[in-house]
């Protein structure tokens, strides 16, 4: 249900204190004022801390400075005469005693009146005593068909109003954004050139990445990384490169569902956050990341917010890459923190998302201790698929070394022995392999010369790789992925050298 039909819903059950996280204040009040309209000519009126009531002739002022007043306005209108009464900024008063009080004593007035109070907030801020007596409604960023018109009737003015795929990545663009924020910027841009330029969109998604960081919440990533940065893991690489084209029109018309996401399961260093990276710069898609206790606040409802928040802002961009890294720290041992019920709450409403999304959001979930993860995070349809990333084998580590060494050697990457490099690094993951040659360019640097095989070989012996380390826990986790609970990420075995010997 989209908000003007919720709004409207509420409307006519008289709901009688209505609470709109945004910080669109201008886009939000002009949807309230047209349903309210719509609704038989309602009457609004707006109330903040400074100026007091507007909309009203006759009290005009009325309450400014005191948001007591302001409620107590109610009691002037006649009480058959419908109104709306939206109230700005008015978290900041809950915990007052007198105000709270006041709150739920109008909720039970105006279930007999045709009134409804409208409480903006950029945040949901709700005390424990009034949480039974405000309804929350979430309120959307602009989507694409609203960015558009917009985008249109600013640059009315230029005499160059871009067009066809210049127009299209300009709104893609600007998803995500307030309807402020993509005012501001556009006017950046006009301002600079007297015109939006193609470079412009460049400028656009700067303001995005500040914004995203803003939200404390999610961060925007750069996708840099690419699928053939991927030693190994032919199978999952297969996988994503036959989706390439899945979120295109042309998918849409031959029948294909958006893809929903997977889940990259295995130790650490084996290359599951490398992958998410590589997925959105192969599928041409922005990259965000969350990291999952951001979502949780102190305050009653926060954390809820925070994860509706979270969700809207990555619908708002879509299609995307949402980037949930080690999923399995943050809902380990659910139901057993003593929270509240709030982390039960956060997860129900995660995975409620995750099966019910119709959004071309994309989510990459990994974990290194698939045990700890409640069994309604792997049940299907909330991913596409799960996929085991093991250790490397030999011939995936001759890969990896092989990516690597192209890149800080690629004139004399013959010179270096790597078919003899796999084979000395039996359990070695990924990200110790590339310790590995960093620790080797050390040795060389330290000597005034080029690093060689036998300087590799040589920091090779000096690390203990995880597999040695974590043995019991890494065993009970190729043999859960051996157990045909997920598909294998390579094509090889799954086992590593060494586990494989002892089993």
Not at 139 to 167: C, D, H, W, Y
Request: net charge neutral; aromatic share 8%.
């Amino acid at each position: 249900m989209n908000f003007r039909d919720e709004f409207k819903l509420l409307l006519r059950a008289r709901y009688p204190l209505i609470y709109i996280p945004t910080y669109e204040e201008e886009r939000v009040e002009a949807a309230i004022r047209e349903e309210a309209t719509n609704q038989g000519n309602r009457p609004v009126y707006t109330w903040d801390f400074v100026d007091g009531y507007q909309g009203s002739p006759n009290d005009v002022g009325f309450g400014k400075r005191n948001p007591l007043q302001a409620l107590e306005f109610v009691e002037k209108l006649t009480a058959a005469a419908p109104a709306v009464l939206i109230l700005r900024d008015y978290h900041r008063f809950l915990d007052d005693v007198a105000i709270a009080r006041k709150l739920r004593n109008l909720a039970k007035l105006l279930k007999s009146q045709p009134k409804n109070i409208v409480l903006l907030s950029p945040r949901v801020a709700i005390p424990d005593d009034l949480t039974e007596v405000l309804t929350v409604v979430e309120f959307p960023l602009p989507n694409a068909s609203e960015i558009k018109m917009e985008v249109e009737r600013l640059l009315q003015a230029t005499g160059n109003p871009p067009v066809g795929k210049f127009l299209d990545d300009l709104v893609r663009s600007c998803q995500g954004l307030s309807m402020e924020r993509i005012r501001r910027v556009l006017a950046r841009g006009i301002a600079t050139h007297g015109q939006l330029e193609p470079e412009d969109v460049d400028l656009v998604l700067a303001e995005k990445r500040q914004t995203i960081r803003q939200t404390q919440i999610l961060d925007f990533y750069p996708a840099t990384e690419e699928i053939t940065d991927i030693g190994g893991l032919d199978n999952l690489k297969d996988w994503l490169i036959r989706r390439g084209g899945s979120f295109s029109e042309k998918a849409r018309q031959y029948g294909l569902p958006y893809p929903r996401g997977l889940m990259l399961v295995g130790i650490q260093g084996t290359g599951k956050s490398l992958t998410a990276k590589a997925i959105a710069h192969h599928w041409h898609l922005p990259l965000l990341r969350l990291d999952v206790g951001r979502l949780f606040g102190g305050l009653v409802g926060e954390s809820e917010s925070r994860t509706r928040q979270m969700i809207q802002v990555a619908e708002a961009l879509a299609p995307c890459i949402l980037w949930i890294d080690e999923i399995d720290k943050a809902f380990s041992g659910l139901g057993s923190k003593g929270d509240a019920g709030t982390t039960s709450r956060v997860f129900g409403t995660f995975i409620n998302w995750l099966a019910e999304k119709t959004s071309p959001v994309f989510v990459v979930a990994t974990a290194n201790d698939i045990q700890a993860l409640p069994p309604e995070m792997l049940r299907k349809g909330r991913f596409d698929e799960i996929f085991f990333v093991g250790l490397p084998s030999q011939e995936e580590r001759k890969a990896i070394f092989n990516v690597h060494l192209s890149r800080l050697r690629p004139h004399n990457l013959n010179s270096y022995e790597i078919e003899r490099l796999a084979y000395e690094t039996p359990d070695f993951s990924g990200a110790e392999i590339e310790q590995t040659l960093i620790e080797a360019m050390h040795i060389g640097f330290s000597q005034n010369r080029d690093f060689t095989t036998d300087d590799i070989l040589e920091a090779a012996s000096q690390i203990i790789p995880l597999a040695r380390t974590a043995l019991e826990q890494i065993q009970k986790l190729q043999e859960w992925a051996a157990s045909g609970r997920a598909r294998l990420a390579s094509k090889y075995s799954p086992l590593s050298d060494r586990i494989q010997r002892q089993l």
